[in-house]
């Protein structure tokens, strides 16, 4: 009954940009935190970034400073714009929406290399 959707990921040299989207469609009630989550090979999966309907934000300490989070509450779609891109951002990025129930989208791949 709930669908996210995204896009955005890709292949790119270290210290390029990308944006990430992902819009949540459905039943799903506008979501009280959406945010991104990522999975590297042989790794667990971690948080990136959080924003919550008000827009507090959340970053974890490895990408704060070169990822930006944002939200549109009218579209339920969450956005990560992620700059100064390194190699140990390699990984599948997940959205997620929780209202308070979790949901995830498909993945996208996100590759940094030279």
């Known amino acids: 009954q709930v669908q996210l959707v995204e896009s955005g990921g890709g292949l790119v040299q270290p210290g390029g940009s990308l944006r990430l989207s992902c819009a949540a469609s459905?039943?799903?009630?506008?979501?009280?935190?959406m945010g991104w989550y990522r999975q590297a090979p042989g790794k667990q999966r971690e948080l990136v970034a959080t924003?919550?309907?008000?827009?507090?934000?959340n970053y974890a300490d490895s990408v704060k400073g070169r990822f930006t989070i944002s939200r549109d509450n009218a579209k339920n779609t969450v956005y990560l714009q992620m700059n100064s891109l390194k190699p140990e951002d390699t990984a599948v990025y997940y959205c997620?929406?929780?209202?308070?129930?979790?949901?995830w989208g498909q993945g996208t791949q996100v590759t940094v290399s030279s």
């Open positions: 997620n929406a929780r209202s308070p129930g979790a949901y």
């Open positions: 459905g039943s799903i009630s506008r979501p009280y935190t």
């Open positions: 924003i919550t309907i008000g827009g507090s934000t």
